[in-house]
C-alpha cells in the first residue's frame, strides 16, 4: 500500500469517525469536536490531492495547500464562534445543551455583557 | 501556456463584479474602524451604492446578452479565480440589494444606538453583520470557483449565525448554535466535495469543469457530498430542523434576510453545481431525488405551518415548503424535454417572488409582535381593523406563497406546473397543487382571526414609514407576476451556452 492510499483510507476513517459523533453526541462541544474531525479528514484527502501535481511537473501541486490553508483558518474561525456561543449559552442558562426546552434563567440584562 | 479559450475571456465592465464585492467590504471594515452610530450610517448609505452597482452589472449583462467575466488580478484560471456574472446571477444580486436595503431601513427603529452612549453591542454588531451577509450573497453570486464559493458560503454562515442570536437570550442561542451546527457539517461536506472534484480535475473553476466533465465515481461521490453539505445550509427536508427556530427567534429584520435571502445563497450554489458544472452527466435519477425532497419539504412544511400557534413560527415553517418549490427546478429544468425552459424560469421566479413576498412578510409580523406585544395567532381579534396596511402586507405575501394570481408566486408555480405537465411528469404538479391549498390554509388561519370583531388594545400604532418599507416588498412580489416575456430571456443569459456542451 503507497502512503498516498494508506493517507487517503486515514482521510476517510476520520472523516467516518466525525460523521459518527456529530450525528451520537449531543453535546454540542463534542459535536464541535467532530467537527473538527470531519475537517481534519477534510484537509488530509485535499492533501493528498496535491500529489496529483506531479503530472505537471511540480513534486507537489502547490494550489491544494494553499486550499487546505484557507480550510484551516476558516474551520479553526468556525470552532471558535462555535465555542463562543456555548459559553455564552452557560453564562445564561447554567447548562449547554441543544434541547430547547431547557429551563432558562429569568432574563437579565440579555444586552449588557460585550 | 494554455490559450484563453473564449469562455474565460474578460469581458468590458468586468471590474464591476469586483466593485460589488469590494464595496460592501470596504463598508464593514469602514463600521468596524469608526464603531457607534457611524456603523449605522455606513451601511445606509452603502445600500444605494450596491443596488446601483448591482443594476449596472444587470445592464451591462442584458445589453451584451452573454455573461461578464473577471479575473482577479488578470489571472485567468485555473491558476486565478475567475467571477462570473451570468441572468441569474443579475437577478439575484439586485433581488439582495432591494431586500437588504428594505431591511435596513426597516431595522432603524429597532437597531439605533441608544442616547447617551457613544456604542451599544447589539445595533452594532446588527450594522455589521448585515453587511457581510451582503457581501457573502454578491460572492456567492458572481463566483466562479466551487472553494472561492466555499469561502463565501462559510462567511455567509459567520454572519447569518450571530443575526439569529442579537437578542442574547438562551433560546435565540440554542437556535443559533443548532444553525451553526447544521451550517458547519454542510461546509465541511462541500469542501470534501469540492477535494474529490479538484483530485479528478485539477481545476476547481466551474467553467473549465464543465469542460471537463466527465462520469467518473469521484465525481458522482463529489456531488453526493457536496449536494448533502448544500441541503443542510439551505434547510430542505429532512435536514431542516434548524430553521424555524432560527428564522423564528431572530429579530424581525434579520428574519426577512435570513427567510428571504440567506438560503438562497446556498440554494444558488446547489444551482451552480447541477446545472453549470454537471449537467453533463447521465441520468435523471439525482434530479428526481432532490425533486422528491422538495415534494416532501411542501408538504410536511405546509402542514406544520397550519399547526403554529405564533405567527413568526407559521411564517417560518412556510420557509421550509416554498423551499421545497425551489427544488422542483432539478426535475423539471434538466433533460431533454422542450419545456426545460419554464422549468427554469419558474423555478428562479419562485427564488424572486419567495424573497420579496417572505421578507415583506416577517416584517409586517415584527410590527404586529411590536404593536400586540406577542405573535400568538388565536389572540389577533379585532387586529386587522388595528393595524390594517400591516394584515393587508401579510394578505399580499400570503397571495404569493398560495400561488394566486396576480402574483409573482403565481407566474412560478404556473410556471413550473406547465413544465411538469408538458413534460409527463405529473407528481410534482399534484403536489404543487396540494401545497397551494395547504398555503390557502395557514394565510387564511393568519388573516381570519385577525378580521373578525374584537377589541384589541395595540401598545402602541406601527409606523407608517415602516409598514411602507413591508409593503413596497410585498408589492414587488405581486409585480413579479407581471413580468414580460424578455425577463425571462434574460434569466437564460449564460445557460444555453453551458446547456449546449456534449
Same mark, same amino acid.
Given at each position: 500500500m503507497s502512503a498516498s492510499t494508506l493517507a487517503g483510507l486515514v482521510g476517510a476513517a476520520l472523516v467516518g469517525l466525525g460523521l459518527y459523533g456529530l450525528i451520537v453526541n449531543p453535546q454540542p462541544l463534542r459535536k464541535i469536536l467532530a467537527f473538527n474531525l470531519i475537517g481534519s479528514g477534510a484537509f488530509l484527502v485535499f492533501g493528498i490531492v496535491?500529489?496529483?501535481?506531479?503530472?505537471?511537473? %511540480?513534486? %507537489?501541486?502547490?494550489v491544494p495547500q494553499a486550499m487546505v490553508i484557507t480550510g484551516i483558518v476558516v474551520a479553526f474561525a468556525a470552532s471558535a464562534l462555535a465555542v463562543a456561543l456555548i459559553l455564552r449559552l452557560r453564562e445564561e442558562t447554567g447548562n449547554v445543551s441543544l434541547d430547547s426546552d431547557a429551563p432558562a434563567k429569568p432574563p437579565g440584562d440579555g444586552a449588557g455583557a460585550s | 501556456m494554455i490559450e484563453t479559450p473564449p469562455a474565460l475571456a474578460v469581458t468590458a465592465g468586468g471590474s464591476l463584479l469586483m466593485l460589488a464585492i469590494l464595496a460592501p467590504v470596504a463598508a464593514i471594515l469602514l463600521s468596524f474602524a469608526l464603531g457607534g452610530r457611524f456603523a449605522e450610517r455606513v451601511a445606509l448609505g452603502l445600500t444605494p451604492i450596491g443596488l446601483a452597482i448591482a443594476i449596472a452589472i444587470a445592464v451591462c449583462v442584458w445589453r451584451s446578452g452573454a455573461p461578464l467575466v473577471y479575473n482577479v488580478a488578470g489571472l485567468p484560471p485555473p491558476l486565478g479565480i475567475a467571477l462570473r456574472a451570468d441572468g441569474i446571477s443579475c437577478v439575484m444580486l439586485v433581488t439582495a440589494a432591494l431586500v437588504i436595503a428594505a431591511a435596513a431601513f426597516y431595522a432603524r427603529a429597532n437597531f439605533a444606538t441608544p442616547?447617551?452612549?457613544? &456604542? +451599544?453591542r447589539a445595533p452594532l454588531a446588527f450594522w455589521i453583520l448585515i453587511q457581510a451577509v451582503w457581501a457573502a450573497l454578491t460572492i456567492l453570486f458572481v463566483g466562479g470557483d466551487l472553494f472561492n464559493l466555499y469561502v463565501a458560503l462559510e462567511l455567509l454562515t459567520f454572519a447569518a449565525v450571530p443575526l439569529v442570536c442579537l437578542s442574547g437570550k438562551p433560546e435565540t442561542l440554542v437556535a443559533a448554535l443548532r444553525y451553526l451546527m447544521f451550517a458547519l457539517f454542510g461546509s465541511v461536506f462541500y469542501l470534501l466535495g469540492a477535494a474529490l472534484i479538484y483530485g479528478a480535475y485539477g481545476t476547481l473553476d466551474i467553467v473549465l469543469l464543465a469542460e471537463r466533465m466527465r462520469p467518473l465515481p469521484a465525481v458522482w461521490l463529489a456531488a453526493g457530498l457536496m449536494t448533502a453539505g448544500l441541503l443542510a445550509k439551505t434547510a430542505l427536508f429532512p435536514l431542516h430542523l434548524w430553521l424555524p427556530p432560527a428564522h423564528a427567534n431572530a429579530p424581525a429584520a434579520a428574519s426577512a434576510v435570513l427567510s428571504g435571502l440567506v438560503v438562497k445563497g446556498s440554494f444558488f450554489v446547489t444551482i451552480r453545481l447541477w446545472f453549470t458544472v454537471l449537467p453533463s452527466l447521465p441520468g435523471g435519477a439525482a434530479e428526481a431525488v432532490l425533486g422528491t425532497l422538495g415534494s416532501a419539504a411542501i408538504l410536511f412544511g405546509s402542514v406544520l405551518a397550519l399547526r403554529q400557534e405564533r405567527l413568526k413560527l407559521l411564517i417560518a415553517y412556510s420557509t421550509l415548503a416554498q423551499i421545497g418549490y425551489l427544488f422542483l427546478i432539478f426535475p423539471l429544468a434538466s433533460g431533454a424535454h422542450p419545456w426545460i425552459a419554464d422549468g427554469w424560469s419558474g423555478g428562479m421566479m419562485q427564488t424572486l417572488s419567495h424573497a420579496f413576498a417572505k421578507a415583506a412578510m416577517f416584517m409586517s409580523a415584527g410590527l404586529l409582535a411590536e404593536s400586540?406585544?406577542?405573535?400568538?395567532? +388565536? &389572540?389577533? +381579534?379585532g387586529a386587522g381593523r388595528a393595524m390594517p396596511a400591516t394584515f393587508f402586507v401579510l394578505g399580499l405575501g400570503g397571495l404569493s406563497l398560495m400561488g394566486l394570481p396576480p402574483s409573482g408566486g403565481f407566474a412560478a408555480k404556473w410556471l413550473l406546473l406547465r413544465a411538469s405537465v408538458a413534460a409527463d411528469q405529473w407528481p410534482w404538479a399534484i403536489v404543487m397543487l396540494a401545497g397551494g391549498l395547504l398555503a390557502a390554509g395557514y394565510v387564511y388561519r393568519i388573516l381570519a382571526p385577525a378580521l373578525s370583531a374584537g377589541a384589541i388594545v395595540l401598545k402602541a400604532p406601527p409606523q407608517r414609514r415602516r409598514e411602507a418599507i413591508a409593503l413596497a416588498l410585498a408589492i414587488v412580489a405581486v409585480a413579479?407576476?407581471?413580468?414580460?416575456p424578455s425577463f425571462f430571456d434574460f434569466l437564460q443569459i449564460g445557460r444555453a451556452a453551458t446547456t449546449a456542451l456534449p
Open positions: 496535491a500529489r496529483r501535481g506531479a503530472a505537471a511537473g %511540480f513534486p %507537489f501541486d502547490p | 442616547e447617551g452612549v457613544t &456604542e +451599544a400586540l406585544g406577542h405573535d400568538r395567532i +388565536a &389572540e389577533f +381579534a413579479l407576476g407581471f413580468a414580460p
